[in-house]
Nanobody, 127 residues
Framework: QEELVESGGGLVQAGGSLRLSCAASGRTFSGRAMGWFRRAPGKEREFVAAINWSGDRTYYTDSVKGRFTISRDNTKNTEYLQMNNLKPEDTAVYYC????????????????????WGQGTQVTVSS
């Protein structure tokens, strides 16, 4: 059974928008910080955004600040990534992740701090 399931990826023109969702089981979501990572072709996985378990603290990598918004709905065990003004360099497989720590005020930016990972959803931005 999948613990984290991403959806919402697709093909979009530069300047367009997409909204990614990550549906989780209660076990893998409750009390955990959540994050989004991505892996572009031929590149290492990189951090994109993170949110703490209560949703009042967020953090973004510099390249997406002002364009992407991470959020969560704890009543639905779902995390979101709203991506606006997409650029070709945003093309990648996007992964959601749930942290090892629970009920912390912190968010996390290192992959090693996450315990559960989704299978990924492809985002392709054409120029």
């Amino acid at each position: 059974q999948e613990e984290l399931v991403e959806s919402g990826g697709g093909l979009v023109q530069a300047g367009g928008s997409l909204r990614l969702s990550c549906a989780a089981s209660g076990r893998t979501f409750s009390g955990r910080a959540m994050g989004w990572f991505r892996r572009a072709p031929g590149k290492e996985r990189e951090f994109v955004a993170a949110i703490n378990w209560s949703g009042d603290r967020t953090y973004y990598t510099d390249s997406v600040k002002g364009r992407f918004t991470i959020s969560r709905d704890n009543t639905k065990n779902t995390e979101y990534l709203q991506m606006n003004n997409l650029k070709p360099e945003d093309t990648a497989v996007y992964y959601c992740a749930a942290s090892r720590g629970i009920y912390s005020v912190n968010y996390y930016i290192r992959g090693s701090e996450y315990e559960y990972w989704g299978q990924g959803t492809q985002v392709t931005v054409s120029s």
